[in-house]
């Protein structure tokens, strides 16, 4: 798999096991539970994979921003959270900060 889809799956492995954690109601809920339990497992798998060819920091910069913007919108979407118009803004601002090193910075594994 190419070093950028093993990200993508750390990536939605991380939001689905990050989504989860409500459910699990701090673990007492068997299968919400599994799925944090195995999302994470996988995300930090794929995200090991994903190391062999992209420097640390620009991995974990593009997993974290990422996913932070998807938790939120997976919970805008689905569990009801208000986004309002600064939380839209930091989102953006986030997804612009991953946009702008996978574009211009040197440091990035192109």
Avoid at 62 to 82: D, E, H, P, R, Y
Avoid at 101 to 107: H, I, M, R, T
């Amino acid at each position: 798999m190419h070093k950028w889809g093993y990200l993508a799956v750390a990536i939605m492995s991380e939001v689905a096991a990050t989504s989860a954690l409500k459910s699990a109601e701090g673990f007492t809920k068997f299968w919400p539970s599994c799925l944090v339990v195995i999302g994470y497992a996988t995300a930090f798998y794929f995200l090991s994979l994903t190391l062999k060819t992209i420097p640390v920091g620009m991995a974990y910069a593009i997993w974290s921003g990422a996913g932070t913007a998807l938790v939120a919108l997976v919970a805008w979407i689905f569990m009801g959270q208000k986004l309002d118009v600064p939380a839209i803004v930091g989102i953006l601002l986030i997804v612009s900060g991953v946009l702008v090193l996978n574009l211009f910075s040197k440091s990035s594994a192109h």
